[in-house]
């Protein structure tokens, strides 16, 4: 399957600046392109400096305007400063999608709790933050939109997953709250969950069949999802097309989720 030849959706964000956290690899690095794409001027977040000036690059011969600023989001004081930067230098921030994220597996009889920590600050209390700072600045506009990136580990266990599965059970139950205290000052909340993304990590990861089949069979369109359908999805969650969605997580994973066993 081509997925890049299906019909999908063509959007206009001209006029709007999207926050990416996470924004150089995976994921992140797909909705900030898909974005950019579609005209929106783009602020970019995460670790690596260096990675960030190399999609500045390929962000800008787009077209489109590229901010930048490299921080360590598992800690709250730069989670603040990277917040206020962006908020600072672009005329305003329109949305907001916090994708940040890491996970470490192992057995919940040998867990590292500092693994933990790590993975719960960078997971949930990073979009906390930046929903604080970022959203408040929506809220004195009067409008904005976040997107949370959550997981199908948000949905159900996975086996050697305890923190990051902890993290995006928790982060589902943050969008629910941001929803309902955002929503009547103007600001749409919804989250994403997707299953395994063949991104170039999740690729290695599962690129061998004797791991990926017996988690391909559970799934009832029998394939991992492309990030291209990610992007899709969040850029449908934060168009007008998904004006009265909110409050809610879209799962993207083949209908793993459908059916009781």
Request: hydrophobic letters at 45%; glycine letters at 12%.
């Amino acid at each position: 399957m081509d997925i890049k030849r299906e019909n999908r959706a063509k959007y206009d964000f001209k006029g709007k600046t999207v926050l990416v956290t996470g924004a150089t690899k995976g994921i992140g690095r797909g909705v900030v392109l898909g974005f950019a794409a579609a005209g929106a001027d783009i602020c970019a977040a995460a670790r690596e400096a260096d990675e960030l000036e190399t999609l500045k690059r390929e962000v800008s011969a787009l077209g489109v305007r590229c901010l930048v600023c490299p921080g360590d989001l598992s800690v709250v004081a730069e989670c603040r400063r990277v917040a206020e930067y962006f908020l600072s230098e672009a005329e305003k921030v329109d949305i907001l999608i916090n994708n940040a994220g890491m996970s470490i597996t192992e057995p919940l009889l040998e867990l590292n709790f500092d693994h933990w920590d790590t993975i719960l600050a960078l997971n949930l209390r990073a979009p906390a933050v930046m929903g604080q700072v970022v959203g408040g600045a929506m809220v004195r506009r009067g409008e904005g939109n976040i997107v949370n990136m959550a997981s199908n580990a948000g949905i159900g266990g996975i086996v050697e997953h305890a923190s990051y599965c902890s993290s995006k059970f928790g982060l589902l139950g943050l969008t629910k709250v941001m929803a309902l205290e955002l929503g009547p000052l103007g600001v749409r909340v919804n989250a994403v969950a997707p299953t395994v993304v063949l991104t170039p990590m999740g690729t290695r990861v599962w690129g061998d069949p004797a791991k990926a089949d017996p988690v391909k069979a559970k799934i009832p369109l029998h394939r991992f999802a492309y990030p291209e359908e990610i992007t899709d999805t969040v850029m449908f969650l934060a168009s007008g097309s998904s004006s009265m969605i909110h409050g809610e997580t879209i799962v993207v994973d083949g209908g793993a989720h459908a059916g009781l066993y």
